[in-house]
Each structure stands twice: as structure tokens, then as C-alpha cells.
């Protein structure tokens, strides 16, 4: 097929190029010129495992990159991943999303047929109040409108393309059309995934029900999250370690082993922003969902926990303290809603000194934070510590030993469960 992609982020960018490595011919709009120079220079404009390889392999063949809607009605079907970031109370901004959906309208004006598929993630009335009537404002029913939500994990986001749990098509009534245009679209993953014996789920239902497939997915493992977190908090009390607790409970098929792995807490665009919209939506009709709310009051509460961890143990106010790891999660450079932050403004509070380390996010930390000191390496941020606080549970921590000889005294509290306690160390886990 020929698609087109509006949008560059991580989203978009990831998509674009998985696309055109199953053999579609793909174009990807965006309006910053410099994304679209790095695209077709054959470089990623996001830190993505996999995504820079793709686009190296098909930039100037199968991907190519431009700032003009035009190229939009040469293409068979166009994928709308435009970010929806959210505003102070919790609601999401669509104003670019609904900007990018109008200039698609203007540049449908006189196609025969044309598919626009919704990627980017908005709240379930959005498409049909705001997006569908730009989309389709001239060329109408000539343009179909569908939704097909992602879930993709930053980090690895190209392998939960490439073997997705489940794919879900949100189409209006009756539109064969875009539900066509989706199975053709997906058929060579399709295939590839049941030559090697494994078939995807489809689910087909209308627009809004899958978008709020979407935000249940994520509030579920959020609070996931935040439930394991809040075990862990009593299970520290008294003195058990959380992760016996999770190993045993993770063998119930009907709870599972995955996102029980307690600590610092969630960050990152999506579950963030997704649990804090359905809340704002929920509170507008007029429910108060309490055990949403619960887990982004918990959530939140975790990195004062790890404050006063560390209080127990050094007078902070006057202290070097070593922060380890500033991206959200490993495997990515996206320090949006990262815990490191949290951490370290509550450190800047009690008066201590922040140096900070990260392998790839230190740049994108100094946004938020232009006047504490960086590290070159995990090594050089410990030296002369007096305590160090682990926020992101890269690999590389895991490997850390005799660094930790370099510390002032070495009081380490650890958010991830990213290393294990040596002789020495007064070692403080979060949860255990």
C-alpha cells in the first residue's frame, strides 16, 4: 500500500518506519523541517532501539520524508500521530491533532476514496465531534475515518509493533472500506506472525469503543502498578520484601507476573496522561472513579517514600546526593513525567546537591533542571556521594561494585530493585 503518516514523534516515526519495513511505500508528514532532513538522511529523529535501523534501511526507497499535506491524496491511507499532551487539569490538547486533521481535509478535497485512520490517543468523542467533521469537511463520506490505537512501549516500541498482543480496528457502522484498508494494511504482520505459529487477535468494533480499549489498557496496568506499590509500602513496614510477595502472587493466572515489579512508580507520555484524562472525563459526566484517582495519588506518593527513606539514614540538607538514571524508563530518552524529577526537586528542597547520571537522557533532564550538576558516567556521579538514590533501573546499575567505594558513605536507596546490597553499603529498598 501507499500510506501516508502525519506526525514524527514517537509514535508516528515508530509506525512509519515498521511500515515500510513489512514492504508499504510510506510517507511521513511533519511540520518541523529538521525531522523531516533527519528522516531522509536516513537518521531517526527519536531514540528508539530499532527505529534508526528501519529508517536507514528504507530511507529514499520505501520511506521517504515532507512538510506538504499534498502528497497526502497519492496515498492510499493516512495515519493521524499527532501527540495530545494534557493540560494542567488533566484533559488532553487536541488543537494540533484537530489542526493536522483539518489540513488532511483541505488536501482530501477531491479524492475518490481515502482512508484516515485515528493513531493518536484522545478521549472517545473526540472523532466523531471534532476530527471526523475536519477530515471529511469537503470530500465527506468519500473519506472514511477509523481508529486503531496503539500499544506500543517506549523502549520497545518496535517489537510490540512487529508482535503485537492484539490489534484493534475502530471503524463506523457499515465502513468496509477502512476495515478493508486496516486488514491490508496489517496483512504482512498478519502473516508473519502466523508463519511463526502465533495469530493476532483482531478486534473489530466502532471508533469510540476502541479508544477506550486504549485508555482501559493503560489505567488497568496503571493501577496495577500502583496496587503492587501500595502492597509494597505495607510489606516494608514489616520488613518483607515485596518481590517474594509478587513472585508468588504473579503465579495466579488471573493476576499474572507482569507490571508487578514494585517501586519508584509509572511515568512516561502515556499512562500519565491517559489515567489523568479519564479522570477529568469521568468527573465532567459526573462520576468520581476513586480507584483511578487512588492509583495517581499513589503513584505520586512513592518518591517522597524514597525521600524519607534517605532521611533515615543522612542530613540531607547539605548533602551530595548521587541521582541514578533521569529517563522515565530504560531503553528510551523520554524524561516526561520521570520520577527522577520529583526526586530531585524534593532533594533541592532539603537543600542538598544533585548530581545526576543517565547513559542517554541528561541532555533532555536539563530542560527541567539547567543548574545541577551532570555526570559523564554512574562512576563519576557516586565519586564523593554521600548517599545515591536509583530512579531508573538500567542494566548497566546492575553491573555497579567497587564504584560505590568512591562514596563519602555509601547509603544507597534503591527505587527499582536495580542492584543487589554488598558488605558496606547501607542499602535501603523501596518496597522490600
Wanted: glycine residues 8%; contains cysteine.
Amino acid at each position: 500500500m501507499n500510506v501516508s503518516v502525519v506526525g514524527s514523534g514517537y509514535v508516528g516515526t515508530t509506525i512509519a518506519a515498521c511500515l515500510a519495513d513489512l514492504g508499504h511505500d510510506v510517507v511521513a508528514i511533519d511540520i518541523d523541517q529538521n525531522v523531516v532532513d533527519s528522516i531522509n538522511a536516513g537518521e531517526s529523529p527519536i531514540h528508539e532501539p530499532g527505529v534508526e535501523e528501519c529508517i536507514a534501511r528504507h530511507a529514499g526507497d520505501r520511506l521517504r520524508a515532507t512538510t506538504d499535506y499534498a502528497v497526502i491524496p497519492d496515498t492510499d491511507l493516512t495515519f493521524l500521530a499527532i501527540q495530545t499532551p494534557s493540560n494542567p487539569d488533566g484533559s488532553i490538547d487536541t488543537s494540533a491533532l484537530e489542526a493536522a486533521s483539518e489540513m488532511t481535509g483541505d488536501a482530501l478535497a477531491d479524492v475518490d476514496e481515502h482512508v484516515v485512520v485515528v493513531k493518536s490517543t484522545v478521549l472517545p468523542d473526540v472523532v466523531d465531534d471534532r476530527l471526523a467533521p475536519r477530515t471529511q469537511a469537503h470530500a465527506g463520506d468519500r473519506v472514511s475515518v477509523a481508529t486503531n490505537p496503539e500499544f506500543q512501549r517506549e523502549g520497545s516500541a518496535v517489537a510490540d509493533f512487529l508482535h503485537p498482543d492484539k490489534l484493534v480496528f475502530g471503524t463506523a457502522p457499515g465502513d468496509e472500506r477502512a476495515l478493508d484498508a486496516l486488514h491490508e494494511c496489517y496483512a504482512p504482520l498478519l502473516d508473519a506472525r502466523a508463519a511463526d505459529g502465533h495469530d493476532v487477535p483482531i478486534v473489530e468494533t466502532d471508533r469510540a469503543t476502541a479508544i477506550m480499549v486504549k485508555y482501559a489498557n493503560n489505567a488497568f496496568l496503571a493501577a496495577k502498578v500502583s496496587l503492587i506499590n501500595d502492597i509494597g509500602n505495607v510489606c516494608k513496614e514489616y520488613g518483607i520484601d515485596t518481590y517474594d510477595v509478587a513472585d508468588a502472587i504473579g503465579l495466579d493466572d488471573r493476576i499474572g507476573a507482569k507490571f508487578l515489579r514494585s517501586g519508584l512508580g509509572w511515568g512516561g507520555s502515556c499512562f500519565p496522561k491517559d489515567v489523568a484524562a479519564i479522570v477529568h472525563a469521568a468527573t465532567e459526566r459526573g462520576y468520581d472513579p476513586k480507584m483511578l484517582q487512588a492509583a495517581i495519588d499513589v503513584n505520586n506518593h512513592q518518591p517522597e517514600r524514597m525521600l524519607g527513606l534517605l532521611e533515615n539514614h543522612i542530613e540531607v540538607d547539605g548533602a551530595r546526593v548521587a541521582v541514578l538514571g533521569l529517563a522515565f524508563k530504560p531503553g528510551t530518552d523520554d524524561v516526561r513525567n520521570s520520577r527522577a524529577i520529583p526526586v530531585i526537586q524534593g532533594l533541592q528542597e532539603r537543600g542538598a546537591t544533585v548530581v545526576a547520571y543517565d547513559p542517554i537522557a541528561s541532555e533532555n533532564m536539563r530542560e527541567h533542571f539547567p543548574d545541577i550538576e551532570y555526570a559523564d558516567s554512574a562512576a563519576t556521579a557516586l565519586d564523593d556521594a554521600d548517599a545515591a538514590l536509583l530512579t531508573t533501573d538500567w542494566d548497566e546499575f546492575q553491573a555497579l561494585d567497587d564504584e560505590f567505594d568512591a562514596m563519602r558513605s555509601p547509603v544507597v536507596v534503591d527505587g527499582r530493585r536495580s542492584i543487589e546490597p554488598r558488605d558496606g553499603m547501607t542499602y535501603e529498598g523501596l518496597t522490600w
